[in-house]
């Protein structure tokens, strides 16, 4: 494979990436607002447990110390087409490029506990459907 395909292949990966990462953040962000604004698809049920194991893998990958699939294979993407990769988490790597801010993994994993505490509190605030 070329590696400008290598590259552009990890940029796919790349922008799934920050799908999911948006799914999750903004999707808590909506059940509460559409329960403000009684948004009743927020209250779908299929839709909740999908950003609950969402936030639940995120959650369980940081207690284990494992680095999200979806890192790992967009550095091997790119370290095989030659291009310089980064380390750690994919949320560390960001924050540090966008903010100057590093700091230790136990961080990273209270942050990522704290958020999956209040998408778990949200299945009891804003109740979905049956």
């Known amino acids: 494979m070329s590696e400008l395909f290598l590259l552009r292949l990890a940029d796919v ?3 799934v990436h920050v799908l999911f990462v ?3 953040v903004l999707g808590l962000l909506a059940v509460y607002v559409g329960f403000f ?3 009743q698809w927020v209250r779908h049920r299929a839709w909740r447990i999908i950003h ?3 936030i639940g893998y995120v959650v369980g990958q940081a207690w284990l110390g494992a680095v999200c699939p979806l890192t790992t294979l967009e550095m091997a993407l790119r370290e095989k087409a030659g291009a ?3 380390s750690g988490s994919f949320i560390q790597y960001w924050l540090q490029s966008l903010l100057y801010y590093s700091a230790p993994e136990w961080v990273f994993l209270m942050v990522y506990t704290i958020f999956g505490g209040l998408v778990l509190a ?3 605030v804003v109740r979905p459907n049956r």
């Open 13 to 15: 990966i790349l922008s």
């Open 22 to 24: 948006a799914f999750v």
């Open 37 to 39: 604004l009684n948004w």
């Open 52 to 54: 609950l194991c969402a």
């Open 84 to 86: 310089i990769a980064y």
């Open 122 to 124: 949200s299945w009891f």
